[in-house]
């Protein structure tokens, strides 16, 4: 493994107890309509997938119980908590999808719910192709899900606010696009014991990239047959509003 513990991406910690009870379990399910149209019926189970940045892993338990064989990979050691709960027969690695490598390649490489976004320059983005593309048989496939432009400027995402209550917790996120970088800015109050609370503030920044510029970093990394499909007008998933695309690859006949 080639992680280095510097540069891994841990700005989850703090959110994953809350992204584990309300924000996996819908997400997931967001993801299975492209993962049923495009990958399901091309390679069924039991072949070997990758979710890379994986989080809660609730779309990794759904695909162990279709019978896939599942690795599941991301930077943050609390999502990853999770993840081990909710998908006990899967293997997970924390690792930064950056600087990742597997013990063994596998049939197909998945990434959902824009976490790519969070690889904030094209150089690493391309690193990140890179390392999938090893981390694949020969005519491996990738699928991946983008937020382009239109989607952070979208007041779907732009501005809007969201949170939750609980007896435990109390969170709130505002979403800000400011023309380069959309920042999701989290303010948690968790409880410690009793009257006794803890406030934490973050920020998760993401950014998206002409559509043209990731083509080009995937053709470079060796992959081929490059198809991109629209989450609203080709799965009609209007959950995510506009903005957001599948990218279908596979990683070319040559070998490496
Ligand atoms: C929006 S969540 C999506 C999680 C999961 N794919 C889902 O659909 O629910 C983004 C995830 O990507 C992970 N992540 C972002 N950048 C990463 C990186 N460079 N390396 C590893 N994990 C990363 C975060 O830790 C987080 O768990």
Same mark, same amino acid.
């Given at each position: ?24 379990? +819908? ?66 690695? $924390? ?102 609370? +803890?406030?934490?503030?973050?920020? $998760? ?44 690859? +596979? ?6």
């Amino acid at each position: 493994m080639k992680s280095s513990p510097i540069d891994r991406y841990s700005d989850y910690d703090l959110y994953a107890r809350i992204y584990n009870d309300e924000i996996g379990d +819908r997400l997931s399910r967001l993801a299975l309509l492209p993962l049923e149209r495009l990958l399901f019926s091309t390679l069924p189970a039991p072949a070997s997938l990758l979710d890379l940045c994986c989080g809660t892993g609730h779309l990794v338990a759904d695909l162990t119980r279709r019978g896939y064989t599942v690795w599941g990979l991301d930077g943050s050691e609390q999502m990853l908590h999770y993840a081990h709960l909710n998908a006990p027969e899967a293997t997970f690695l $924390l690792a930064d999808a950056r600087s990742f490598s597997l013990p063994q390649p596998v049939q197909a490489v998945i990434s959902t719910s824009d976490s790519l976004n969070h690889i904030l320059q094209l150089d690493e983005l391309s690193q990140v192709f890179q390392n999938v593309h090893a981390a694949l048989v020969p005519q491996g496939y990738f699928l991946f899900d983008f937020n382009l432009e239109s989607r952070y400027q979208a007041a779907t995402w732009n501005g809007s606010l969201s949170g939750g209550i609980t007896e435990d917790y109390a969170w709130a996120a505002q979403r800000l696009y400011d023309g380069h970088l959309g920042q999701v800015n989290l303010t948690i109050f968790q409880r410690v014991e009793n009257d006794l609370w +803890r406030r934490s503030d973050s920020c $998760l920044t993401g950014r998206s990239y002409d559509i043209a510029a990731v083509q080009s970093a995937l053709t470079q990394a060796g992959f081929t047959n490059i198809q991109i499909y629209n989450a609203q007008d080709d799965f009609d998933i209007q959950d995510w509003g506009e903005g957001k695309v599948y990218i279908w690859c +596979r990683k070319s006949i040559a070998i490496d």
